[in-house]
């Protein structure tokens, strides 16, 4: 369940120690807790808290300037590092809300319904999120790169 | 296999991909697909990306796990946490008042907290009246009935130590539980009022310790239900809320430090 939990972070996080420091305190807070957890899916749990405290670090970090890291622009890199480097960019462009969904259904695996209850909204939005967010990164890809576009 | 008659719509298309679509309707996004490009495309790009996506983040869930996310090293200070929190039950129970005292877990899990104390209690009403034989195993073989029941149910039972509150093993058995073994011990005073303690396998976990009485027959008991490590406890015995907290206090207080 830990590395599942650090993929998600380090995706949804986009930096290293602040998506471990993420998965950290979200064990530590599961443990404090497990005596109050409600019963029900223990993974889709860890998932909401790590959501849930990606979602408050963000709002303290609102007033201040965003900082995006160097090596991001790192011209050498080879295709697959590159294409790796413009699906992060492409996620950093996606709305918080967007891009948790997209992360959880099509990185996680989970279900809408799973994500639905970790968002606390009702499934019609985490769906209308997921196509706006599948439509956004889409477009994000290919005006980036067009020489990688798909054709089949 | 022509056009389907209903239209396909976008959120089927999502569906489709992330495996939510009923089964009986994919034949017809598929044959959907086959005859209008543009949404194949779609559907081809959002594969694309799945992969990219995994391409790019799957090396993280191989990375070894940093030493400061290992659960050991996490798992010192809840404990203590954890700790504080049922001893602080009880002594908010010992206080008087109870209020609020069923609050936090009663409201998660009622149906297993109080089925499990009404199995505890039935063994409680039904052992406690023997006379002769109460027990399969007695008090003066106590390491043996500890390593018996330990072996049996799988779990550290350990029989306390009740002697500063005037109460002395008398022995213990083995008991059917509400997933498997349970073990119960069988405590007496010199004046003969016997205390049982019951310990099962418990799914449900709790911050607190949670109090019932059960009137049968004109006898009242009562009863302190808490879960830790997966293990339930429960301490039957007197109604009278003060001398139950003190044992139950007492048994929780060694089995907490007889634990991992």
Known sequence: ?152 | MTDPKIPVTEDELHAYVDNELPAERRGDVEAWLATHPEDAERVQSWRAMAEALHARYDSVANESVPRRLELDRLMQPPRKWVYGAIAASLLAFIAGGGTGWLVHGAAATPSTFQAFTADALDAHRLYVVEVRHPVEVPGSERTHLQQWLTKRCGWDVFAPELGSTGLKLVGGRLLPGPTGPASFLMYESASGERFTVYTAKASTETAQMRYTTQDRNGAKDGALFWADRGVGYVVSGTSDRDRLAQVARLVYDQTEKKGG
Do not use: C
């Not at chain 1, 420091?21 to 109050?36: F, G, I, K, N, P």
């Open chain 1, 1 to 152: 369940m830990i590395p599942a939990l650090r993929r998600y972070a380090r995706a949804l996080a986009r930096d290293a120690d602040i998506a471990d420091d993420l998965v950290q305190d979200t064990l530590v807070r599961a443990l404090r807790s497990e005596r109050l957890f409600l019963g029900g899916d223990v993974r889709s749990w860890l998932y909401t808290i790590l959501t849930n405290l990606n979602k408050n670090r963000r709002r303290s970090l609102a007033r201040r300037p965003q900082f995006m890291p160097l090596l991001e622009n790192n011209p050498d890199a080879s295709g697959t590092e590159a294409e790796g480097r413009d699906i992060a960019r492409a996620l950093s462009t996606l709305v918080e809300e967007q891009r948790a969904v997209l992360l959880l259904v099509m990185l996680e695996g989970l279900s809408y319904r799973e994500v639905a209850d970790i968002q606390g909204v009702p499934i019609g939005t985490v769906m209308s999120r997921l196509a706006r967010a599948r439509a956004h990164v889409k477009a994000s890809l290919e005006g980036e790169r067009p020489a990688l576009r798909r054709v089949k």
